[in-house]
T-cell receptor, first 113, second 113 residues
């Protein structure tokens, strides 16, 4: 089935710094790609998505571009805030025609004032 | 408001007891899912259902059971056969496609005491 790989380890950065979280995927065809965010003690919320190659998803200052040449969907934000501290998950459908999702392991982001 | 509701938010169970986690959605979604989340392991799929009265095992179904008697409801039973049940459990729902996102509940934290 399809899969995603996220960069290892937590990310700690200062307020107003630039954030990048890497996500690469292996997939049959061109399924939608998603970034989810999880705040402490809560469920997952969809942050953004892209449904086809070269699409850019964006929300709350976050962006990610669906790049089929590099099979990547990296998440970026130009100036993070303390309120962006959360766990971020990259995801895609596990199999073509089925939107059971396959998730990366997630990245804990901590923004220091 | 449409959404997906999990209850209870916190649940304590004695060893050897079965316990049932509730998940209800009013989004008119055909597909529903149960995930387990442990620190550092991301989300792992327990069971999923794409239509009433039908469900499939996910990656870690042993020690769990589900039913799908109504479109709106997908309860998960954690049985005494589950050797390490303490975890955060997340329910999700979606339409059946490979283009659309899943919507998540707020989660249930189960602790074995």
């Amino acid at each position: 089935g399809n899969s995603v790989t996220q960069m290892e380890g937590p990310v700690t950065l200062s307020e107003e710094a630039f954030l990048t979280i890497n996500c690469t995927y292996t997939a049959t065809g061109y399924p939608s790609l998603f970034w989810y965010v999880q705040y402490p003690g809560e469920g997952l919320q969809l942050l953004l998505k892209a449904t086809k190659a070269d699409d850019k998803g964006s929300n709350k200052g976050f962006e990610a571009t669906y790049r089929k040449e590099t099979t990547s969907f990296h998440l970026e934000k130009g100036s993070v805030q303390v309120s962006d501290s959360a766990v971020y998950f990259c995801a895609l459908p596990h199999l073509y025609g089925n939107n059971r999702l396959a998730f990366g392991k997630g990245n804990q982001v901590v923004v220091i004032p | 408001d449409g959404g997906i509701t999990q209850s209870p938010k916190y649940l304590f169970r004695k060893e050897g007891q079965n316990v049932t986690l509730s998940c209800e959605q009013n989004l008119n979604h055909d597909a529903m899912y149960w995930y387990r989340q442990d620190p550092g392991q991301g989300l792992r799929l327990i069971y999923y259902s794409q239509i009433v009265n039908d469900f499939q095992k996910g990656d870690i179904a042993e020690g769990y059971s589900v039913s799908r008697e109504k479109k709106e409801s997908f309860p998960l039973t954690v049985t005494s056969a589950q050797k390490n049940p303490t975890a955060f459990y997340l329910c999700a729902s979606s339409i059946v496609s490979n283009r659309d996102e899943a919507f998540f509940g707020q989660g249930t934290r189960l602790t074995v005491v």
